[in-house]
C-alpha cells in the first residue's frame, strides 16, 4: 500500500474518491512523515543515497564519452594483446589519469552547484502529520495531500480533494494556452488528458484560485515523467550551449581530416599498421581538449561560488555565460526601477474626492481575500482601521485571474450580504452601471466614466498607479463570476511606488556594460512614461500592448530593438518580446517574480527571478537574485563574464597550442625515419599540458573584456589556432632542426628533446596568451604560476627520473637544455608581438 498504483486498474481520475484514499491508505488529512518516509525510494522518486550514486558513477563514466578516446582505449588493448604489453599499460594508464582529473573537477563543480542550488530548492506545501508544512519536491509521496493557491506549482500527478475557483495552466504538457478550470468530481474512464477536471498534472501551475489534492504519480511516473522518458526531451541550446555545438564540429572536423590523412599516409609509406593506428589515435586525442568538459565545469562552478557571495544563486551552470554575454535585460518595474514597496497614497471618487467607503471596501477584500498573495493586500491590510471589523463575516470569494483582473468577496455584516470587488479600473468600470460619489449621491456610470478616465491618466503621469473597487447587495450566501455585474463603481485607489534613489546610475552602469534594459509592464503607458522619465529611460520610445496586438511577428522583431518601454502588457505578450528580440541576434535576459512571468523567463536565454517570487517563476528561472536589486544584477553580470572570459582562454590555449604540436608532429612523421613521438609520449604531452589550465578559472580578466558583452565567435578560435598553432609549429620545426643537424640525436634523444621542449615552450605560452595585455603587466593567478612552474620541473626531470626507459625517454646533454631554452625565450617573444597584433587586427 502507498507505493505508485498500477495505472491500468481503475483508473484513479473515474474510481470514487473514497476508494483512492484507501487503495494509497490515507486520509484527507495526509500522511505522517514516518509513513512518508517509508515510501521514499519505492518507486517514482530515487532514494537521495541510490540517486546521488547513479549520479556520480554516470559522471565518471562520460569521462569516457569521446569516441576518439573510447577507439584508443581499444587500440591500446589490442596492443597489450599483441604482446606491446608495456606501450598499452601506459596508454591506458594516462587516459585513466586525465579521465580521473577531468572526474575529480567535474565531481567537485557539481557538489558545489548542489549546495548553491539547496539555497532555491522549490518546494510545495503538503499536510504531514495534520499540518501543513513546506517540502522539497523529492520527499513528496503517493499518499500526500497537497495545498495549492495562485502561482504554486503542482508537484505531482494528483486526484483533487476539494477546489474554489481552481484554474491551471496545463500548456507544458496539452499544449492548451488557456488556463483550465478544475473541479471535485469523478470523469468517465475512457477520457483524454484534457478533459481530466479533476486531475492536476506534475508541470502544471496554478493561475487562480485555491485546492487540496491527493498526490497519486510522482517522478517519473507521472504523465510528464513518462513524456519526457519517451521523448527524451531536452530543453532547447542556449547561447553557450550553441558555442560548445560549434566549436565541436570545428574540432571533429579538423581532427578526420588530418587523422585520416595521417593514417592513409604512413600505411603508403609501409609503416606498421598497428603502430600508424595508435599513433593516428593518439593526434586525434591530442588535437581534441580533452579536460575541455572539466575546465568548463570548474569554471562553472568557480563562477557560481563568487556569484553567491554576490546574492546571486546559479540554478543553471551554463547560465552563467549567458549572464555575461547578454546585451538586453527586460523586467517589470516593480522592485528593479522602484522601490517594490507599495504605499497606499488616497482612496478618491469620481470627482477625486476622499471616499472613506472606497477605504473601507477595498481593505475588507484584501482582508478576506485568499487567493494569489499581493504586496498591493498586504498594504490594505497595514491600513489602521477605522470601523469594528469583527461585525463582518467572509462567505464565499471569487480569486483573482488574469483574464478578468478582479478579485471579488462576499462579506455578511449582520443580515445585509455585499459583494466586494477590486481590480483594474477598466475591468472593475466594466462590471458597474453606477457610482456613488463621497457625499453619497449614486449616478448613472456614463456621466462619470470619462472622470474616471481622466483622472486615472492624470494620476498615471504623476508616477501613482490605480485601481477601482466596486460591491453590489447580494441575496445568496454563494456567489458566482455572473455575479460580477451591475455593481456600483466606490472609487479609486492610488497606488505610489518610488523610483529607488541611485536607480538612474544602476542604470548607466548597465549601458556602460552594453546591456539595454528594456521595461515590461502591465502599467497604464502614463505610468510608464512618469517611470521612464524619472529613471533616463527614453519615455518617447513606448509600445503599448493595444499597439502589439496589431504588429505581426516580422514588424515586431523590428521594433522591438528600438523600444525602450512596453506598457499595458498582457501575460501572453511578454513572452512574444522575448522572441523578437532573440530573434535579431540578441542575447536576453528576462527578470520576473509573478505568476504570468513563466513563459518569458523560459524563453529568454537568461531567466532571473528572485527569492520572494512565486513557485512557478522560480522553479523556470536559471538564476535567482536573493535581492531584487539592479545593482546585484549589475555584479552578477561582471562574474559572468570573467568566467565567460576565462573559459576562452582555455579554448584559445588548447586548441592552438594542440594544433601547432599535432601538425608538426604529422609533418615530421613523413621525413623522418621513425616516429616524432610515441602514442603514449604524446598523451602524456596532451595531459602534462592541460594542467596548468585547468586552473585557468582563478585566473585575472582583462578590464576591456568586462566592459562589453562575450559571445562565441568560432571564427575568432578558427583564426587563432591557425596564427598561434603556426608559430609553434615554427619553433617546433627549429627544435626539429637543431636536434637533427646540430646534435645528431637518434630516435629516443629526438622525442626526448622534443617533448621537454613542446611542454616547456607550451607552459609558458600559456602565460603569455592568457592577457591581451603585454607581458608582465598583469601578474596571473597564484595557482597557474605554481602548476606552471611545477609541469616544467617535472618535464625536465623526467628524462632523469626511473620513469624514463618506460616511457621511452633518455637523459638530454646539458647543452641541449640550454638550446632549448634559447628557442623557447625566442618562441616567447614572437608569441607577444605576435599576440599584439593579433588582437590590435581582430
Given amino acids: ?253 579538423i581532427t578526420l581530416l588530418l587523422v585520416l590523412t595521417i593514417f592513409v599516409t604512413h600505411l603508403g609509406l609501409h609503416r606498421p599498421a598497428l603502430e600508424s593506428f595508435l599513433f593516428a589515435m593518439a593526434l586525434a586525442v591530442g588535437l581534441t581538449p580533452q579536460l575541455l568538459p572539466a575546465v568548463i565545469s570548474v569554471n562553472l562552478a568557480f563562477g557560481a561560488r563568487r556569484l553567491a557571495a554576490q546574492s546571486v544563486i546559479v540554478r543553471k551552470l551554463t547560465s552563467i555565460e549567458n549572464f555575461g554575454s547578454m546585451n538586453v535585460l527586460c523586467s517589470d518595474k516593480t522592485g528593479t526601477l522602484t522601490e517594490g514597496i507599495v504605499e497606499i497614497d488616497r482612496f478618491i471618487d469620481a470627482d477625486g474626492n476622499e471616499s472613506a467607503e472606497a477605504r473601507r ?238 513563459a518569458a523567463l523560459h524563453a529568454a536565454d537568461v531567466g532571473i527571478s528572485v527569492d520572494g517570487a512565486v513557485d512557478v517563476a522560480r522553479d523556470a528561472a536559471d538564476i535567482v537574485l536573493m535581492k531584487h536589486d539592479l545593482d546585484v544584477l549589475v555584479e552578477g553580470v561582471r562574474q559572468g563574464r570573467g568566467t565567460f572570459a576565462n573559459t576562452l582562454k582555455y579554448v584559445f590555449l588548447a586548441t592552438s597550442a594542440n594544433f601547432g604540436n599535432m601538425f608538426s608532429m604529422a609533418g615530421a612523421s613523413l621525413f623522418l625515419g621513425f616516429l616524432p613521438l610515441r602514442p603514449r609520449q604524446i598523451l602524456l604531452t596532451n595531459f602534462l599540458t592541460d594542467l596548468p589550465e585547468m586552473t585557468i578559472a582563478h585566473d585575472r580578466v582583462d578590464d576591456e573584456l568586462m566592459q562589453q558583452p562575450q559571445r562565441w565567435d568560432v571564427g575568432l578560435i578558427r583564426r587563432f589556432m591557425l596564427v598561434f598553432g603556426a608559430l609553434s609549429s615554427l619553433f617546433d620545426y627549429a627544435t626539429f632542426a637543431v636536434l637533427l643537424l646540430l646534435f645528431r640525436a637518434g630516435p629516443d634523444e629526438f622525442r626526448t628533446g622534443w617533448f621537454v621542449e613542446s611542454v616547456v615552450s607550451a607552459c609558458v605560452i600559456v602565460l603569455i596568451v592568457r592577457s591581451r595585455q603585454p607581458l608582465g603587466s598583469d601578474r596571473p593567478a597564484t595557482g597557474l604560476l605554481v602548476t606552471t612552474a611545477a609541469v616544467v620541473a617535472t618535464t625536465i626531470a623526467l628524462p632523469y627520473s626511473p620513469l624514463a626507459a618506460s616511457l621511452g625517454f633518455v637523459p638530454l646533454p646539458l647543452s641541449f637544455l640550454a638550446g632549448m631554452l634559447l628557442i623557447v625565450a625566442l618562441y616567447a617573444a614572437a608569441a607577444e608581438s605576435v599576440k599584439r597584433a593579433f588582437f590590435r587586427r581582430e
Fill in 361 to 598: 471596501t477595498a481593505r475588507l477584500n484584501a482582508m478576506f481575500e485568499t487567493g494569489y498573495h499581493s504586496p498591493i493586500d498586504d498594504a490594505l491590510r497595514r491600513l489602521p482601521s477605522d470601523f469594528d471589523e469583527s461585525r463582518f463575516l467572509k462567505l464565499d470569494e471569487i480569486p483573482y485571474d488574469f483574464v478578468r483582473k478582479r478579485l471579488s468577496v462576499l462579506v455578511r455584516c449582520g443580515s445585509d450580504r455585499t459583494l466586494m470587488t477590486k481590480g483594474a479600473v477598466a475591468n472593475v468600470l466594466d462590471v458597474c452601471d453606477t457610482a456613488r460619489m463621497a457625499n453619497g449621491t449614486v449616478l448613472p456610470l456614463d456621466e462619470v466614466r470619462q472622470r474616471v478616465v481622466q483622472l486615472q491618466a492624470t494620476l498615471g503621469a504623476e508616477g501613482c498607479r490605480t485601481l477601482a473597487v466596486a460591491s453590489r447587495p447580494i441575496e445568496r450566501e454563494t456567489i458566482a463570476r455572473s455575479d460580477e455585474t451591475g455593481m456600483t463603481f466606490l472609487g479609486l485607489i492610488v497606488l505610489r511606488d518610488p523610483p529607488k534613489a541611485n536607480v538612474g546610475k544602476t542604470i548607466q552602469r548597465l549601458r556602460e556594460l552594453g546591456i539595454a534594459l528594456k521595461i515590461i509592464t502591465g502599467d497604464s503607458r502614463a505610468v510608464a512614461t512618469s517611470i521612464a522619465r524619472h529613471v533616463g529611460l527614453a519615455e518617447d520610445r513606448i509600445l503599448t500592448g493595444s499597439e502589439l496586438r496589431t504588429l505581426s511577428a516580422d514588424a515586431l522583431t523590428h521594433r522591438a530593438g528600438d523600444v525602450a518601454v512596453f506598457a499595458e502588457i498582457e501575460p501572453n505578450q511578454k513572452e512574444r518580446i522575448i522572441l523578437a528580440l532573440k530573434k535579431v541576434g540578441h542575447v536576453v535576459g528576462y527578470l520576473g517574480d509573478g505568476i504570468n512571468d513563466a
Fill in 1 to 253: 500500500m502507498g507505493d505508485n498504483p498500477p495505472r491500468q486498474v481503475d483508473p484513479y481520475w473515474s474510481c470514487p474518491l473514497t476508494d483512492l484514499l484507501a487503495r494509497l491508505d490515507t486520509g484527507r488529512d495526509g500522511l505522517s512523515t514516518a509513513a512518508a518516509d517509508d515510501r521514499i525510494g519505492r518507486e517514482g522518486h530515487p532514494s537521495p543515497q541510490r540517486s546521488r550514486v547513479a549520479q556520480t558513477a554516470r559522471l565518471f563514466l562520460s569521462q569516457f564519452g569521446n569516441p576518439i578516446t573510447l577507439i584508443l582505449i581499444l587500440a591500446a588493448i589490442l596492443a597489450w594483446a599483441l604482446q606491446d604489453v608495456t606501450d598499452g599499460a601506459i596508454i591506458l594508464g594516462i587516459i585513466l589519469a586525465g579521465a580521473a582529473l577531468g572526474f575529480w573537477q567535474e565531481y567537485r563543480a557539481a557538489t558545489a552547484l548542489e549546495a548553491l542550488a539547496a539555497l532555491v530548492q522549490p518546494t510545495a506545501t503538503v499536510v504531514r502529520d495534520g499540518r501543513e508544512q513546506e517540502l522539497a519536491l523529492e520527499q513528496i509521496v503517493p499518499g500526500d495531500v497537497i495545498v495549492l493557491s495562485a502561482g504554486s506549482s503542482v508537484p505531482a500527478d494528483c486526484r483533487l480533494l476539494d477546489a474554489k475557483d481552481l484554474h491551471v495552466n496545463e500548456a507544458a504538457l496539452t499544449g492548451e494556452s488557456f488556463p483550465v478550470e478544475k473541479q471535485v468530481g469523478a470523469v468517465a474512464v475512457v477520457c483524454p488528458l484534457a478533459q481530466r477536471t479533476n486531475v492536476l498534472f506534475r508541470g502544471s501551475h496554478v493561475v487562480s484560485g485555491a485546492g487540496r489534492a491527493l498526490a497519486v504519480f510522482v517522478g517519473d511516473q507521472t504523465e510528464m515523467g513518462q513524456l519526457s522518458r519517451r521523448l527524451r526531451v531536452r530543453p532547447p541550446e542556449n547561447e553557450f550551449e550553441r558555442g560548445l555545438r560549434r566549436l565541436g564540429a570545428l574540432l571533429l572536423e
